[in-house]
């Protein structure tokens, strides 16, 4: 039972790997995902209270993996729901996608009970190596054959990363000599005044913080956004970000709380991000890279939770995460049916979109609307928990850079709110959409609007777990 819901994903995984040993069978890989992703979201749930550790030691299940998992799991079905039917993926390749998609999200539920180094890496490369592949996978077309320059800036600042991070933790393993998160924690308490042990957590943090997209480990995002297909970027955009400040929780927690030094150099790091993703975002013309420098800004109000370095701002970074989640999702549901054939959109493609499709403007104007910060939406409350953890342990000065952020956002948000609400169709045709996308606006504006309005439960939910 512990082992239900990565058990389930990866028999989905398997399945799939053997329909794409075939030809022509896209629809029964499709179909095969959305059963596995609906398994794998009652078996998250049915699994919530289990709590075992297995694998010799090396893999926790207990109520913050199980958390974490069940909203993977929703998420796996929310980016499945999104993906439609893959206009911009070459179509004798469209049942291999299915399978990386599916085998990325098992190393991420993965990575949530990873209490062991060897197995947290193995977890990470499953989740990522997929994403380097399937951003590959878009199809040339005139005009548009920045896919594999995207793929080759990904994979190669994604090495150079995990390389980083390796070096770290083998600092970590040399001053402790052990490998499991559960002993390291004590063992490095008495070292962690030194040179060598700062060196190791923040060459650690290094591979966190390149999932997370935090500056100067960034370079990789706008580029990755805008050559990849539309799909693609939003499951970039949203998945992987969660695992890695999961991750983070476990690695930062291991210094003593209100460490000077590490909480300075998040701080730098969170301030950096955020004014400069949200000051190149205001020469942004195509959606997608505007959403990639926007990220950037976002990974640094996440920080903020472990600049903090108590358990509220813990609690205030992941509750964060789980809110962009949606925010984003929600803005490539938009882009990806808005998109002629699975070209990138740009501002002005936007236009009238009200009129065009009602739906998809509401859902678009509410992923937009919440990523600014405006209330009652589930990013103002999100970002008002990590200010408060952060003002609560004396951080003023970066609690005021992250509202002056806040307000250079809005412009840029506000930009593409007047394109969808305020401006005149023109010769655009009606965006037309099925069932399917219609639920998925109706439960991302519904989740969006519950995370806002009432985030106590899942807040404390989170907090006993940590």
Known sequence: MPFLTESLILLGALAIFFVTLGKGRTREARVIALVTSAATVLAAAVTLGQEATLFDG?????????????????????????????????????PEYYFFLTASVSGLMMLVSSIDVITLVVALELSAFPLYVMVAMRREREGQRTQMESAIKYIMFGIAANGIMLFGLSYLFGLTGTTSLRDLMPRLQPFLGSPVALVGLAMTFCGLYYKLAVFPFHFWTPDVYQGSSNETAGLIASLPKIGAVAVLVRFVSLASPGDPTLSLFMAVLAGASMFYGNLVALMQNDLKRLLGFSGIAHAGY????????????YTAAIYYIFAYALM??????????????????????????????????VTLGVGIFALAGIPPFAGFTAKLALLKAALNQGHLA?????????VIAIYYY????RETFFRDPADRPAVVIDFPTRALCVALVGGILALGILPQPIIEAIKSSL
């Open 328 to 361: 984003v999702i929600a803005c490539f549901v938009a882009i990806c049916r808005v998109s002629r054939d699975g070209t990138n959109v740009a501002m002005e493609e936007l236009a009238g979109l009200h009129r065009r499709s009602p739906m998809l403007a």
């Open 58 to 94: 090396a893999y926790r299940v207990d109520l913050f993996s199980q958390i974490l998992k069940l909203a993977f799991a929703i998420g796996f079905v929310l980016v499945l729901l999104m993906k439609g039917k893959l206009p911009d993926i070459q179509g004798e390749i469209k």
């Open 414 to 417: 506000l930009a593409v709110v």
């Open 302 to 313: 996440a920080l903020l939770g472990f600049v903090a370095m108590d358990r509220d701002g």
């Open 398 to 406: 970066l609690v005021v850079i992250a509202v002056v952020n806040t």
